[in-house]
């Protein structure tokens, strides 16, 4: 399975690449007498190692599947504020490790409304708020097959293969009080 996953790379091919080019410069120089010869080798040996170098980031970044966090902006950070007013008054620490933890919360979870519908940005950032402050952890890690639900519904149970479920009026309720426990 490993073999398979370095054939993506092609390293067999670059290499014959650059063996025949790393050859050539001191065959043109010390047979042919050819220092012209021996630079284009040697620029044509470096755009090559530019190339091929390039190509395997982009096949290593494809192959990874690590899915990059969701960056807040300046309008998702005062609507937070404004949400949540007690977040203004954790430590900066707690306030930069909840932001990026909303961000991985937001880039691998799909949150959606009691009609599978996916929710606004707004909404869903107030749903990972809620979430990551109330199952605060030193290990936060998330599933990408998770689904967390925001609903105005009490008959939608947990077990409906829905990893967490946030009630509106609890939400409308409890939002003043929620704060990163990292802050107390």
Not at 58 to 67: C, F, G, W, Y
Request: aromatic letters at 14%; a positive charge; charged letters at 25%.
């Amino acid at each position: 399975m490993i073999f398979q996953k370095i054939n993506k790379y092609r390293f067999s091919l670059w290499i014959a690449v650059f063996l025949v080019l790393l050859i050539g410069i001191p065959f043109s120089v010390i047979v042919l007498d050819a220092f012209f010869l021996a630079k284009t080798f040697g620029v044509l040996l470096v755009l090559t190692l530019l190339v091929a170098i390039k190509y395997w980031f982009a096949v290593s970044r494809n192959t990874n599947l690590v899915v990059p966090r969701v960056v807040l902006n300046k309008n998702d950070l005062f609507d937070l504020y404004r949400d949540f007013k007690k977040f203004k008054n954790a430590s900066s620490f707690a306030q930069d490790l909840v932001l990026n933890r909303i961000g991985i919360v937001l880039s691998k979870v799909k949150l959606v409304n009691q009609k599978n519908e996916i929710l606004d940005r707004r909404q869903a950032i107030q749903l990972s708020y809620v979430f990551i402050c109330e199952n605060w952890t030193d290990d936060f890690q998330v599933d990408s097959n998770w689904v967390f639900v925001f609903s105005d519904d009490k008959a939608l149970k947990i077990d409906e293969g829905y990893k967490y479920q946030l009630l509106s009026q609890r939400f409308s309720e409890e939002k003043s009080d929620i704060i990163p426990p990292e802050s107390t």
